[in-house]
């Protein structure tokens, strides 16, 4: 990633720099419910809440147990982060003594068993959903899929296009520009997205019952109690190789470079065998294990730090969603739930990562090949294993650099763009968020992964008491906050609807699910879809 600013200073030139403001931002935010013994939850998604499959705000992710709370786009982050607390309220309200774990490594499980796989009703697309997740048990293990973060969406201002496309006289069509662009955007975070683990990673250390089910990886782990282990320069083991790195997918090299290349890398990934796989099979004893037998079973299941998306109909693949529509947002998956804050996230980290994509987007993008995603991973790994490791150093394209001196490259790149984005706001906001991570930088005692370890140091907890103890201040807080009536209302009437929405669906004459998982695995850009 070069720091050019000539995208910019175009903009300022013109007087067209306001384009930049008002992208729109949400957020999916994963939550553990724990019954009150500490341990996770074995009851049903709460009825209350509505139906998981339907709603569009209260979900649930891997287990029926992994709430995942869901906002819409807004273009002030204060309107992202108000929703989110309305509908945190609103679950509170209905979770009848559970509450939700506010870190992102799980404690309170015992084993795979102790996971419940994510239910979703009688319907085929409920039941795809369901063996999908059934796949993952078998390929990864169920404690992986336990594992809660934060994914921030964001789509770049709808005005800003047109002006990019006029002042750089580009020869594609918008809607191919917009594409093109957005994938330079995707490239250059993969380049820098170590930052945020360093900053904002809160996953330094993990309960040893979390290896019940893999001992044999607590070998590589110093134990910080009798029942944690940790590293003790870890920012986010929730992104090293024992959360969101699958080993299993180290060699898929998925294409970055174009749309087209996206797509059609992802799609054969998506139709290609994988042998370890087809030895679990997909029917046994007339049972589904997985979707089928491939390297991924759907597009989902590729774990990466960012994601090119667009909006998908009902039963539509999302790399068809992608090819027919094009990009319409990406969504960064990197984010560790911040324990020290109930809803898990605060305004300024929202405000610098909007300005960091935004950095991503108004740089200089190379293309990328296999070797540089491989040092991007490394990058990422290293920072997610030692990230505070005093002097730890990092490849930049090809040549050493410290951690320090990289990050502060990055935030100086950010500060033009921090200042536009202030706008004519007297408290500059976005750069008062900058000048927060200035101080990070220069101390890794700040960092969210060391004030977590502190904290279990000072009151000789293990990260499992920690983490309840913490949890349970959370709960406390939103319970202290009931929701006002006329909320309220709106978020029971959400809840109703979507029960009569899983219900229809339910009620519609279902093919035969066989048939029904091959017209969806064989669509095609010319195909309408079920």
Known sequence: MTFTTNRLNALLATGNEYTLCGGCKGLEKESLRLADSGFISQTLHPHALGSALTHSAITTDYSEALI???????????????????????????????????ASMPCGIDGDDSIRIAEYGSSNVGRM????????????????????????????????WAV????????????????????????NFQRVGWLILYLFGASPAICKNFFKSRPALMAQFDEFDNGTLYHSF??????????????????????????????????????????????????????????????????????????????AT??????????????????????????????????????????????CLLSDSLKMSAADHKINNANQLAVANEGRKPDLTLNRNGEPVTLQDWANDILQAMQPVCAVLDENATNKPYSAALAEQRLVVDDANLTASARMLAAMRNNQQPFAHFALNTSAEHARYFQAQPLDAETTAQFVAMATESHAKQQAIENQPQRPFAEFLQRYFDQTCSQDHD
Request: hydrophobic residues 35%.
């Open 68 to 102: 995942e709370l869901i906002t819409p786009p807004f273009a002030d982050v204060k309107d992202t982060l108000n929703y989110l607390q309305q509908v945190h309220q609103f679950v509170y309200a209905h979770l009848e003594g559970e509450i939700l774990l506010g």
């Open 129 to 160: 959903k369901h063996i999908y997740r059934h796949g993952l048990w078998h390929r990864y293990g169920r404690t992986m899929q336990s594992i809660a973060g934060i994914h921030f969406n964001y789509s770049v201002p709808e005005n800003l």
């Open 164 to 187: 990019l496309h006029q002042q750089e006289n580009s020869p594609l069509s918008l809607a191919e520009f917009t594409n093109d662009s957005y994938f330079g955007l995707i490239r």
């Open 234 to 311: 870890a920012t986010s083991l929730r992104m090293s190789d024992i959360g969101y790195k699958s080993n299993n997918q180290a060699s898929l090299n998925i294409d970055y470079n174009s749309l087209d290349g996206y797509v059609d890398s992802l799609g054969k990934a998506i139709t290609t065998p994988y042998p370890d796989y087809e030895k679990i099979g997909t029917v046994v004893d007339g049972e589904y294990q997985q979707l089928n037998c491939n390297i991924l079973q759907i597009e989902n299941e590729f774990y990466s730090t960012i994601r090119p998306k667009q909006i």
């Open 314 to 359: 009902s039963c539509e693949k999302p790399t068809l969603a992608l090819k027919r529509r094009g990009v319409r947002y990406v969504e960064m998956r990197s984010l560790d739930l911040d324990i020290f804050n109930p809803l898990g996230v605060d305004e300024g980290k929202l405000r610098f990562i909007e300005a960091l994509l935004l950095t």
